[in-house]
């Protein structure tokens, strides 16, 4: 199956830092599905964006689908931002939707 | 906004007990998933199922079962817990069409098996 591998597996900042976290997946996606779980274990939905660039607020995303890595970028970092995200993704076909994780990147975000 | 509810945060089950999970979505999705996510191992599919009395076998269904009786509602049955199912269970679901849709997380139900 997919393989899906994010890095770095942690990463500590003080808050108003940048950071860049990368996902590399082994095949054709066409779903790629961006999540932050936060202290609680809620997963939350960031960005749907198997291709292409997005942004939300002091979030964006970037997935190069034909080099099969995808980019979540976070600026100005909060205190709130500190979880784990993880990066999903499906290779279509009779997939039914079903998503392969990665193993998360546990943030914490220093105040 | 979807919501994924799931019927307990917590609970505590002796070796043996048999185990209802249920998971409730209100958006007419036709996916559902349980996941189980544990410490190193990250989150690991179970069961799903994309249609009403439809279910598939995820990556490590031993040890588990479902059911899909309504569109709404997909249950996770531990038939005779044991501590090794101790963890973290989390149910989701999506659209079907084109298997493409964003998935959305309930908030979880932590199992403690004694």
């Known amino acids: 199956g997919i393989q899906v591998e994010q890095s770095p597996p942690d990463l500590i900042l003080q808050e108003g830092a940048n950071s860049t976290l990368r996902c590399n997946f082994s095949?054709?996606?066409?779903?790629l599905q961006w999540f932050h779980q936060n202290p609680w274990g809620q997963l939350i939905n960031l960005f749907y964006?198997?291709?292409g660039t997005k942004q939300n607020g002091r979030l964006s995303a970037t997935t190069v689908a034909t080099e099969r890595y995808s980019l979540l970028y976070i600026s100005s970092s909060q205190t709130t931002d500190s979880g784990v995200y993880f990066c999903?993704?499906?290779?279509?076909?009779?997939?039914?939707?079903?998503?392969?994780f990665g193993q998360g990147t546990i943030l914490t975000v220093h105040p | 906004d979807v919501k994924v509810t799931q019927s307990s945060r917590y609970l505590v089950k002796r070796t043996g007990e048999k185990v209802f999970l249920e998971c409730v979505q209100d958006?007419?999705?036709?996916?559902m998933f349980w996941y189980r996510q544990d410490p190193g191992l990250g989150l690991r599919l179970i069961y799903f199922?994309?249609?009403?009395?439809?279910?598939e076998k995820g990556d490590i269904p031993e040890g588990y079962s479902v059911s899909r009786e309504k569109k709404e509602r997909f249950s996770l049955i531990l038939e005779s817990a044991s501590t090794n199912q101790t963890s973290m269970y989390l149910c989701?679901?999506?659209?079907?069409?084109?298997?493409?849709?964003?998935?959305?997380f309930g908030e979880g139900s932590r199992l403690t098996v004694l």
């Open positions: 964006i198997p291709s």
């Open positions: 989701a679901s999506s659209w079907r069409l084109a298997g493409t849709g964003e998935l959305f």
């Open positions: 958006m007419d999705h036709e996916n």
């Open positions: 999903a993704v499906s290779a279509g076909g009779t997939s039914y939707g079903k998503l392969t």
């Open positions: 095949d054709s996606v066409n779903n």
């Open positions: 199922s994309y249609d009403v009395k439809m279910k």
